[in-house]
């Protein structure tokens, strides 16, 4: 089991930019997966982007393509996610989550989750 924390959610106009991180209890270098979700309120929670820890390949989802970035410190056991030009609709409350083995779009194969940080975007 790995134990996620979440922080750098905040309230921001459209266009504006933040920065999320994940701090994990233990980091490993193999083919494991940590990944971004998130959920508004009245949604099924999805995942905007994934990345393969050992060899730090990523994957967007559609609408946040370009957008956003995930990215990672292993010495930090931090995982980060960078948020530019801000929508409206990107308002909900985001959270990291770890997997052994392949990354999945589905949240369902994900057993280890943050807690969660919020993010809101006013226009």
């Known amino acids: 089991q790995v134990q996620l924390v979440e922080s750098g959610g905040g309230s921001v106009q459209a266009g504006g930019s933040l920065r999320l991180s994940c701090v994990a209890s233990r980091y490993t270098y193999s083919r494991d997966c940590m990944a971004w979700f998130r959920q508004a309120p009245e949604k099924e929670r999805e995942a905007v982007a994934l990345l393969y820890i050992g060899d730090g390949a990523t994957y967007y989802d559609g609408p946040v393509k370009g957008r956003f970035t995930i990215s990672q410190d292993n010495a930090k056991k931090t995982l980060y996610l960078q948020m530019n030009s801000l929508k409206p609709e990107d308002t909900a409350m985001y959270y990291c989550?770890?997997?052994?083995?392949?990354?999945?779009?589905?949240?369902?194969?994900?057993?280890?989750w943050g807690q969660g940080t919020q993010v809101t975007v006013s226009s």
């Open positions: 989550a770890w997997r052994p083995g392949s990354c999945e779009w589905d949240s369902s194969w994900y057993k280890d």
